[in-house]
């Protein structure tokens, strides 16, 4: 995996380049303190943002789905994706309306999706997801478990950025 911009996605990034930052730990911070994960995908020449929950572990992400439904479906033609993710967001208020901004950090990524099969794996990538919003141990039924669709993206690349800190 790069930490920042690499591999396919070896363009320089637009926009203020001296709020970017590519220290692993900080990104992995942001991938742990983030509630949602808003999953990019193209579908054709049409794009589609889903957020959804996640977990984060060994250069991968983890999200759950329904079998069914425009997100899987999109995947199952095209597995490439972009993520993002933010945390500490606030609206910093100026004089004049033009001065107005954000502070926040944020994690931009690039990967590709795969589905998780088999029970065990499956067990395995929902803990990583429930361990990113509460402490374990947890179970699960086992029909629910056969029944959900879970996702794992390969990350190739992410870049944090942030503003305000």
């Known amino acids: 995996m790069q930490w920042g911009y690499g591999g396919r996605h070896n363009r320089q990034p637009m926009g203020r380049k001296d709020r970017l930052f590519t220290d692993r730990t900080q990104i992995e911070s942001i991938l742990?303190?983030?509630?949602?994960?808003?999953?990019?995908?193209?579908?054709?020449?049409?794009?589609?943002?889903?957020?959804?929950?996640?977990?984060?572990?060994?250069?991968?992400?983890?999200?759950?789905?329904?079998?069914?439904?425009?997100?899987?479906?999109?995947?199952?033609r095209n597995n490439r994706v972009c993520f993002e993710v933010d945390t500490d967001l606030e609206l910093v208020r100026r004089q004049t309306a033009c001065q107005w901004g954000m502070r926040y950090r944020s994690v931009i990524g690039f990967g590709r999706a795969f589905f998780v099969e088999g029970r065990e794996e499956k067990r395995a990538a929902l803990d990583i997801i429930m361990q990113h919003y509460s402490d374990g141990p947890f179970?699960?039924?086992?029909?629910?478990v056969d029944e959900v669709a879970i996702v794992r993206v390969e990350i190739d690349s992410m870049t944090g950025k942030q503003a305000g800190y």
């Open 32 to 76: 742990k303190r983030a509630m949602v994960c808003r999953v990019a995908l193209a579908d054709g020449g049409q794009p589609y943002v889903v957020p959804v929950n996640f977990g984060y572990q060994d250069g991968c992400l983890y999200f759950h789905s329904d079998r069914e439904g425009k997100k899987m479906d999109i995947l199952r």
């Open 139 to 144: 179970q699960y039924d086992e029909k629910q």
